[in-house]
């Protein structure tokens, strides 16, 4: 990203310029795929939830503070009115250390060395660690296999919701905030940039409340909450815009920052904490990656349709995604599982119940032995894991104590 902004910065043709936005969206996008799934394995279960969400907090403070520093140098002249606001960008220093693990665990749970807890997590991680060596290597094909442990189905369920993060019209509201309060809703250019400036700033504050909305309510009703909130905002924008009323018009500006407000309680740091959350751990990272994929998809999507679609339908376009956001209703309803408080062997149980897993989280309590949990469930003494050849095994839980690092 430092190269690529440092091309940006001093670029003097169009060439220069591009290939300064390619690396910077590689190193971006390197950053999107393993930043939420490396903060949730490194926070407590208990707390996973808030370290994420605080992360989509502190991005969203990024964007505000972009979009200020774009109205500051609205007000300059020259190439310095572009050229400063991207070079901005390689301020923040982002020093990346390998130290040794048992100093990294010290760091992070603020206990000693000889900590009884801290050597236990240690031991555990080791021993996953060379569980994982001793498997098969992992194969692609493996995302596409639907047994027992319900890859593919978790995958699906991580695509969609990264992909409904941009198809809500996120970046309709925040990328192009300014050019569609200049010409929907006819401000002036430095009035744009000042209302968008504070909308960013409004975003910013949504999107650090989120981490006690989504923690209180869960992953599932968040969800739902915002979308409904999501949804009525793209409604009433347009009813609003096809007025004559001048003052109704500017109303539906006001809008913008209600469907901000319900984005940024769950829609910001949401997604990728639910697609780490719901990745079983031997194909957790290739999932990640197939989910913040999908993502940057759907943005450039997004992005590259919405100056055509607002060209020939105008505020029409309000109506696409007062449905695109209405569609993800009945699906969270129906298919995403609860993953707030819940183990990642705790998900491996309920996926691995037949039939209905939204059900089957429901019936489950939470805090209880995995031994239990099965035998809820109605599955037999034997933890069934896939093979990466689709076959399954049969691994025996011994007893039923688990240690809670929480």
């Given at each position: 990203m430092v190269v690529g902004g440092t091309l940006q910065a001093s670029a003097f043709h169009?060439?220069?310029?591009?290939?300064?936005?390619?690396?910077?969206?590689?190193?971006?996008?390197?950053?999107?795929?393993?930043?939420?799934?490396?903060?949730?394995?490194?926070?407590?279960?208990?707390?996973?939830?808030?370290?994420v969400m605080i992360e989509g907090g502190l991005q969203t403070t990024g964007v505000a503070c972009g979009q200020w520093i774009g109205y500051g140098f609205f007000f300059t002249h020259g190439q310095i009115q572009w050229r400063m606001p991207v070079a901005i960008q390689l301020i923040p220093a982002i020093i990346v250390k390998i130290n040794q693990g048992v100093h990294n665990l010290c760091k992070l749970r603020g206990l000693s060395?000889?900590?009884?807890?801290?050597?236990?997590?240690?031991e555990s991680i080791m021993a996953t660690f060379e569980s994982q060596k001793s498997e098969a290597p992992f194969q692609y094909k493996e995302l596409f296999q639907n047994g027992r442990s319900q890859t593919f189905r978790r995958m699906c369920l991580g695509f969609f919701i990264q992909?409904?993060?941009?198809?809500?019209?996120?970046?309709?509201?925040?990328?192009?905030?300014?050019?569609?309060?200049?010409?929907?809703?006819?401000?002036?250019?430095?009035?744009?940039?000042?209302?968008?400036a504070c909308g960013g700033a409004e975003y910013a504050i949504c999107s650090v409340l989120s981490v006690f909305l989504i923690e209180g309510l869960g992953r599932r009703k968040a969800f739902l909450l915002t979308s409904t909130g999501m949804t009525i905002s793209f409604i009433l924008i347009p009813i609003l815009l096809s007025q004559i009323e001048r003052n109704l018009q500017l109303a539906a500006a006001g809008l913008l920052f209600l469907f901000n407000t319900f984005f940024g309680l769950a829609w910001v740091g949401g997604p990728f904490?639910?697609?780490?959350?719901?990745?079983?751990?031997?194909?957790?990272?290739?999932?990640?990656?197939?989910?913040?994929?999908?993502?940057?998809?759907?943005c450039f999507m997004v992005v590259m349709t919405i100056p055509p679609s607002f060209a020939n339908i105008g505020w029409k376009t309000y109506i696409i995604y007062a449905v695109l956001n209405a569609s993800f209703i009945p699906i969270i309803y129906?298919?995403?599982v609860e993953t707030k408080g819940r183990s990642l062997e705790e998900l491996d149980v309920i996926f691995a119940a037949p039939g209905d897993p939204v059900k089957h989280e429901k019936r489950m309590p939470r805090n209880i032995s995995i031994a239990e949990g099965r035998r809820i469930l109605?599955?037999?003494?034997?933890?069934?894991?896939?093979?990466?050849?689709?076959?399954?095994?049969?691994?025996?839980?011994?007893?039923?104590?688990?240690?809670?690092?929480a």
């Open positions: 169009a060439a220069q310029l591009g290939v300064g936005r390619v690396l910077s969206g590689i190193g971006l996008g390197l950053q999107v795929a393993t930043v939420p799934t490396w903060q949730s394995e490194c926070a407590k279960p208990k707390t996973q939830g808030r370290w060395e000889e900590d009884s807890t801290l050597k236990a997590e240690l992909a409904a993060q941009q198809l809500s019209g996120i970046n309709l509201v925040s990328t192009y905030a300014n050019q569609i309060l200049t010409d929907s809703f006819n401000l002036s250019p430095s009035m744009a940039h000042l209302i968008a904490l639910y697609s780490a959350e719901i990745a079983p751990l031997r194909s957790r990272a290739q999932i990640n990656g197939v989910s913040a994929a999908a993502n940057w998809i759907f129906f298919f995403l109605g599955l037999d003494d034997e933890r069934t894991e896939e093979k990466s050849d689709g076959s399954v095994e049969g691994i025996k839980i011994e007893g039923s104590k688990e240690v809670d690092y």
